[in-house]
């Protein structure tokens, strides 16, 4: 069963800086099981990118994916006061499970 | 509007049992997978079940297996989870999520793009 690490587990950053948050596998998955999602305290999950790289609908495009192999990236171009949130990566291919990491916390600094 | 709503979820005792419903609207029920996420209090989410459209293949996280049983109506738009012999470390916020597949050459996938907001299950004596 592949684990899923994201990295780090807190960003402190200020609002229109650049937020990189990472999700490596502990091995070789394909790019296109890769999917991002989003939540904030006290909400359900919001998908943001899935096949690694396309963004869900909806979703600025200040947020990319990109990846391959074990290493993966979700990168949010400019923080806006709304995207202080936690930050999850799946794993959602073949075979089964669905695996989540752990998560990362995007906070104000 | 599309929409995902739990419920069923309570205070129950170690080793008892609960059926956690997901009502769904605004979408073909039947065209789509399923899945039960769940979140403890504090920690991240943990993938626990799928349920394909017809309701034939179903899968579930180790955890879980042989405890929880994933089930589905079409014809009333409805999931469900029959919870038994539950744990201390079952306590979290359920959520239902539709499983959306696509495919990448020969490649399949998915992704998780509706949720509900959640049940609480408590499991404490």
């Known amino acids: 069963e592949v684990v899923l690490t994201q990295s780090p587990g807190t960003l402190s950053l200020s609002p229109g800086e650049r937020a990189t948050l990472f999700c490596r596998a502990s091995?070789?998955?394909?790019?296109?099981?890769l999917a991002w999602y989003q939540q904030k305290p006290g909400q359900a999950p919001r998908l943001l990118i899935y096949?690694?790289?396309n963004r869900a609908t909806g979703i600025p495009d200040r947020f990319s994916g990109s990846g391959s192999g074990t290493d993966f990236t979700l990168t949010i171009s400019g923080l806006e006061p709304e995207d202080f949130a936690v930050y999850y990566c799946?794993?959602?291919?073949?075979?089964?499970?669905?695996?989540f990491g752990g998560g990362t916390k995007v906070e104000i600094k | 509007e599309e929409q995902l709503v739990e419920s069923g979820g309570g205070l129950v005792q170690p080793g008892g049992s609960l059926r956690l419903s997901c009502v769904v609207s605004?979408?073909?029920?039947?065209?789509?997978?399923m899945n039960w996420v769940r979140q403890a209090p504090g920690k991240g989410l943990e993938w626990i079940s799928y349920?394909?459209?017809?309701?034939?293949?179903?899968y579930y996280t180790d955890s879980v297996r042989g405890r929880f049983t994933i089930s589905r109506d079409n014809a009333n738009n409805s999931l469900y989870m029959q919870m038994s012999n539950l744990r201390a470390e079952d306590t979290a916020v359920y959520y239902c999520?539709?499983?959306?597949?696509?495919?990448?050459?020969?490649?399949?996938?998915?992704?998780?793009?509706?949720w509900g907001r959640g049940t609480l299950v408590t499991v404490s004596s």
């Open positions: 999520a539709r499983g959306s597949r696509a495919f990448s050459g020969f490649e399949t996938y998915w992704f998780f793009d509706l």
């Open positions: 605004g979408f073909s029920f039947s065209g789509y997978e």
């Open positions: 349920i394909s459209s017809s309701g034939l293949s179903i």
């Open positions: 091995q070789s998955v394909s790019s296109t099981y």
């Open positions: 096949g690694a790289s």
């Open positions: 799946q794993l959602c291919g073949t075979p089964l499970p669905f695996t």
